[in-house]
């Protein structure tokens, strides 16, 4: 089934899952198989999110915002679309992943940035008490340590039982940071 929320968000689709989640990962999954979990990965033109509960992908998509907006409208934007998530799925918890930048990154600034704002989002929705994670645990927790982004996509689809391989990349992200949150992973963030 396919649900789309506004332009702003690219098309979602709804999955069952029928078979239980990875070993390594069925201590966690039972503490919060209830749970409604809301992984994000956050960047400022593509927000990649994913919603799960226990074996089950609720909704995933991205959040998109247009190059051309001023800083302050596409910030704005994200504010408000995650705010409308929450008010549709009523996560839980959330889980981010930590963005890592290289020496020479200019999109930085703009990155963190988004990041305060989808936390700011997240606050002002209740969930302060949130998940951090990084690219390597991910990974480590869906596929393996040093997954390309193509087996990061096959083993989500695998994971949540999804009839075809979740896109745009970003969309599989944050279906995967929320499960690697499911699993227990946490990175040592302040």
């Known amino acids: 089934m396919q649900t789309v929320y506004s332009s702003r968000f690219l098309i979602a689709k709804q999955s069952v899952c029928r078979d239980p989640p990875l070993k390594h990962c069925m201590n966690a999954f039972h503490d919060l198989e209830d749970q409604i979990i809301l992984g994000i990965d956050p960047a400022i033109a593509a927000i990649g999110f994913g919603i799960i509960r226990g074996k ?3 909704d995933y998509g991205v959040i998109t915002t247009p190059a051309d907006a001023p800083m302050y409208e596409r910030l704005n934007q994200i504010r408000s679309d995650i705010q409308d998530l929450c008010e549709i799925f009523k996560p839980d918890i959330a889980a981010l992943e930590m963005p ?65 391989l979740p896109s745009p990349d970003d969309s599989a992200d944050g279906l995967a940071i929320a499960y690697a949150a499911q699993c227990g992973v946490r990175a040592n963030v302040a």
Do not use: W
């Open 100 to 164: 890592f930048f290289g020496r020479e990154n200019t999109n930085a600034g703009r990155v963190l940035r988004a990041l305060g704002v989808i936390e700011l989002a997240l606050g002002d929705c209740g969930l302060m008490d949130l998940i951090f994670v990084h690219q390597s645990q991910v990974k480590a927790a869906v596929a393996q340590y040093g997954a390309s982004k193509a087996e990061i996509r096959q083993a989500v689809m695998l994971i949540f039982n999804l009839p075809n």
């Open 56 to 58: 089950q992908a609720l």
